[in-house]
């Protein structure tokens, strides 16, 4: 435990969620899964179809994130977070079937924020481009689906101490808006 | 005429790749350890420590810098009096990406067919090739790793030329501050003005190659560069969104002529993790 940071254990549960502010620096443990852009297209074409998705979703935290290949004997390579807001498309559908989490980077769509505040989910951001520092905190890593979209398949991963910021809470905060407001000089 | 096999061209492409992806430039940790230095926003200063960290943890391990291991650009300057023996130059290049990052354990992220299904290619080609003839007898080759998320937020704008001096900072700072956390800042940014919609993204491209925060060394451009820096710098946006000083680590612009009905303008974003090398053989 690194001091001023949370500790927090997945699954998310609402009692968590509503102690999370925009700001609040964590570290998380539990089970994440890895999910980004034609995941995402293909869960949402499974929901729209009425299919059963791969992973049991209700409570769960996704990370946005396509990690480079593991060598032999790691357990896998760089896994830093991608560009949530390509995601903002698909994200309220999934929160409204029970996705409490999602980590990645970036700014997020009016949508989303909304969807956040209505079913009590929250938004972290954790550090882009530290692909190979955050790996460390991955101590198991399993395929979970869609293994031929290669980068992109689903994983489920084991994290522990993984470090993040709340970006957008259940009650409108915003870590981008009050940063900009904190630093911003002049017009 | 000198000759070069093309063997000798994928082996050191390949070279290229895995160098790119495991070692930041002495140029980029040193503009991040500055930075640190000066950012005076607690979660802003912490991401640029952990970004250190992370630079040192992928070069001691081969790790890459970021599982975003980009889109491979090559920029060839080929002497006019280089004889490529043994093979087709551009297919050299691409076989040493396909070694480069198949054998490196770097993550393939091409698609085959960008808007329909969107196939993965499973060895990151095509590499985007930029060769340019010049005097002499050697080939210099220059790897940009590009990453998506930064690529993402680039603009162009063909503006009027009446707005001028002005109108090419308000679209840089514009582009940047839309970029917001998105774009993995701090940013080298990379801006373009002149030339044609077509010349004017390559020249922003190209600048992302200098030496991190060098000027130009035309002073009216190093003007520029420095009130665009100041600009973004005063916007807030600081190390990944999280608020602070430091949201460019450096601009560098760079100027065609242009036609007298133009004033294009290019800004290519370069995330922190500013990955190339080159070679010259």
Known sequence: MVEGKIAVSLPLS??????????TQVLISGIIYAVRDA??????????????????????????????PARPGQIIGAAGPTTSARMDVFTPRLIESGLKGMIGKGERSAAVKDALKKYKAVYFVTIGGAGALLSKTIKKSEPVAYEELGAEAILKLTVEDFPAVVCNDIYGGDLFEQAKTRYRRGG | MREIKSSVITEAVAVLCREANFELGEDVLAALKKAEQVE??????????????????????????????????????????????????NKAVEEGVRRGYTDNYLRKSMVRQPFSNRVNTKDNTPPVIHTEIVPGDR??????????????????????PAEG???????AVKTVEE????????????????????????????????????????????????????????????????????????VHAEVLPAHIASLPVAVNLQCHSARHKEIVL
């Open chain 2, 179 to 250: 970029a917001g956390g998105k774009a993995c800042p701090p940013l080298i940014v990379g801006v373009g003005v002149g030339g044609t919609a077509d010349t004017v993204m390559l020249l922003a491209k190209k600048a992302l190659l200098r030496e991190v925060g060098k000027p130009n060394p035309e002073p009216e451009i190093a003007d520029l560069e420095k009130e665009i820096f100041k600009r973004v710098n005063d916007s807030g946006i600081g190390p990944m969104g999280c608020g602070g000083r430091v949201t460019a680590l450096a």
């Open chain 2, 40 to 89: 005076e926003s607690p979660p802003g200063k912490e991401i640029l420590r952990q970004l250190l960290e992370n630079a040192r943890i992928a070069k001691e391990e081969s790790l890459p810098l970021c599982q975003d291991c980009g889109t491979a650009i090559v920029f060839l300057e080929a002497g006019q009096d280089v004889h490529i023996v043994g093979g087709d130059l």
């Open chain 1, 39 to 68: 995941a995402h297209r293909r869960l949402i074409q499974s929901l729209d179809k009425g299919e059963k998705l791969p992973f049991e979703i209700r409570g769960q935290t996704i990370y946005y994130m396509g990690p480079s």
């Open chain 1, 14 to 23: 609402d009692g968590v969620i509503e102690k999370l502010r925009a700001g």
């Open chain 2, 139 to 160: 080939l210099k080759i220059i790897l940009l790793a590009k990453g998506g998320g930064a690529e993402n937020m680039s603009r162009l704008a063909m503006l009027k």
């Open chain 2, 165 to 171: 001096r002005q109108g090419v900072i308000d679209f």
